[in-house]
């Protein structure tokens, strides 16, 4: 992801929307922000669709390839350390190498890429959402200029309806966005 380009954002993009189509009707569902919020973070828990998502395995792998060499290296390490008994036991292990893998310089620059980058598509996304919303209100806008001077058609969109979905994607864009801002 460093070499970021307009396909990569691109396919971010249809990922991350994949994403959100289908978590739907749990966020929308939800009393407020902060429960929306809540969803959000617990979804691998509570979504057995969750790493089938496109935009989840894209970050698992994306999470493989710059990670992974760390991990496989201090493994390596600490295997030759156990059969000297220096290190003892699995949670130990995994202990010291959730450790140095989240202190390597390679965990570091990948989590800093993936926020800038995330940032970047989630405010791609909030952008698009604001121009569909902006188009919405002249549609509607136009609508009733139509209805008040007789033209009125039932071939108009019901511009409230596209309103509230573009409304509610857009607070989860927003909420998305805070919570990578927090990392």
Known sequence: MSHFTSEDEALLQSMLRQLLQSVKEKITGAPSAECAEEILLHLEETDE??????????????????????????????????????????????QHLTKKARESKEYREMIHALKNVMM?????????????????????????????????????SDSDSSFNQVQWLFSLCYEISMILQNC
């Open 49 to 94: 669709n969750f790493h089938n998502y496109e935009f989840v395995k894209y970050l698992r792998q994306y999470i493989k390839n710059t990670v992974g060499p760390v991990i496989e290296e201090e493994t390596e390490k600490c295997t030759s350390a156990q059969s000297q008994g220096e290190i003892s036991g699995y949670d130990t292990l995994v």
């Open 120 to 156: 970047v598509v989630v405010e791609s996304l909030i952008n698009k959402f604001e121009e569909d919303r902006m188009h919405d209100k002249e549609l509607a806008s136009k609508a009733k200029k139509e209805r008040q001077s007789g033209y009125y058609t039932d071939n108009c």
